[in-house]
C-alpha cells in the first residue's frame, strides 16, 4: 500500500495551491480519502474528506477556499487550495479509510498515510 503526496511548497498569502496524492495497493475506489494537516507544536487535523459516492465534508476553518476532489480512474486524490492564509502553513497528509461511504473525521479510523507534503504560506 502506498499514498504518496505531491504538490506542496511556498507560496504568498491569496495564492493558490493543488495537492495531488497517487494511491495503489488497494481497492481506492472502496475508500473514503481525506486530507489532513498538522502544523509545527499542533495536533493533526482534518482538512477535507471525500465519500465513494462524492460527498465531501470541510473543516469549517478551509470551507469556501479548499476543494477536494477524487479521480478513481486514476486512484488519485486532490486538494485545490485557493486563498490561502499564513494559518494554512503545515505538513498535508492524505488518508485512507476503508468503507468508502464512511468518513470518520478521527485520525484513528484512518487505516493507511502517505509521507506528508509541506505547505509553506508567508504573509
Known amino acids: 500500500v502506498q499514498l504518496v503526496e505531491s504538490g506542496g511548497g511556498s507560496v504568498q498569502a491569496g495564492g493558490s495551491l493543488r495537492l495531488s496524492c497517487a494511491a495503489s495497493?488497494?481497492?481506492?475506489?472502496?475508500?473514503?480519502m481525506g486530507w489532513f494537516r498538522q502544523a509545527p507544536g499542533k495536533e493533526r487535523e482534518a482538512v477535507a474528506r471525500?465519500?465513494?459516492?462524492?460527498?465531501?465534508i470541510y473543516a469549517g476553518s478551509v470551507q469556501g477556499r479548499f476543494t477536494i476532489s477524487r479521480d478513481n480512474a486514476k486512484n488519485t486524490l486532490y486538494l485545490q487550495m485557493n486563498s490561502l492564509k499564513p494559518e494554512d502553513t503545515a505538513m498535508y497528509y492524505c488518508?485512507?479509510?476503508?468503507?468508502?461511504?464512511?468518513?470518520?473525521?478521527?485520525?484513528?479510523?484512518?487505516?493507511?498515510w502517505g509521507q506528508g507534503t509541506q505547505v509553506t504560506v508567508s504573509s
Open positions: 495497493g488497494f481497492a481506492y475506489s472502496a475508500y473514503c
Open positions: 488518508a485512507a479509510r476503508v468503507g468508502a461511504n464512511y468518513c470518520y473525521r478521527g485520525l484513528n479510523e484512518y487505516h493507511y
Open positions: 471525500i465519500a465513494g459516492d462524492g460527498t465531501k
